[in-house]
């Protein structure tokens, strides 16, 4: 049976041809037929096409409930919280609010669930706003990338235009790529001890 996308599509191709045919001569009817056909057909075939993964790192926070809804995190809201407990994962407070939770969506791509950890750890006598900070600026000592970026080995859905060498650190493989975030997070932890002591 057509999906509903499929059964939309042919009946407004059907819809058109009905409309008009009528005011048309008989080969320009069947000439119409065919055009409508072969627009269905191709529209089918696109809708059925598997979408390419992603080639950037989402720049949205959303809510516990979403980030389960979306299937971004394979676990309950429970597990979530816990996992935000336990520094699997971090989230921020809604802009202009002193309670509540968004989790920014970059955290869920593969291969950042595996890696994060070990650097919120390393982040975790800094405030939350900082830590969310540290992740989304750019910053000189990863060639002007955000550590998100670096970490996940993807850019940000608002950085696609890459210059060589940002897209070799990018192309460096994990472990190396979670080496630099990582020496970076130590320096970036270190110094704002310095600062609050």
């Known amino acids: 049976m057509a999906g509903w996308a499929e059964q939309f599509v042919e009946r ?7 409309r008009l045919a009528p005011s048309m001569p008989g080969a320009g009817r069947e000439a119409l037929a065919a055009a409508a056909q ?22 949205t926070r959303l809510r516990a409930a979403d980030v389960v809804a979306q ?10 919280y816990r996992a935000l ?4 994962f971090y989230s921020t407070t809604p802009r202009g ?13 593969d291969p950042v669930p595996e ?7 390393q982040l975790s ?30 850019p940000f859905e608002t950085n696609m235009s890459l210059h060589p060498a940002q897209r070799d650190l990018l192309d460096q493989p994990t472990v190396v790529r979670q ?11 270190a110094g704002k001890a310095g600062i609050i002591s």
């Open 12 to 18: 407004f191709t059907h819809e058109v041809e009905e």
């Open 38 to 59: 072969q627009a269905f057909d191709a529209t089918v075939i696109a809708l059925n096409r598997p979408q390419p993964s992603s080639a950037s790192l989402p720049v």
């Open 71 to 80: 299937g971004l995190a394979s676990m309950s809201q429970a597990t979530l």
């Open 85 to 88: 407990e336990q520094q699997r």
């Open 97 to 109: 609010k002193t309670i509540g939770r968004l989790f920014p969506a970059w955290q869920f791509v």
């Open 115 to 121: 890696l994060i950890g070990s650097i919120l750890e």
């Open 125 to 154: 006598t800094l405030p939350g706003s900082q830590i969310h900070a540290f992740w989304i600026t750019r910053a000189d000592e990863l060639n002007e990338l955000c550590p998100a970026e670096v970490l996940a080995g993807i």
């Open 179 to 189: 080496q630099k975030v990582s020496e970076f997070a130590r320096q970036q932890s």
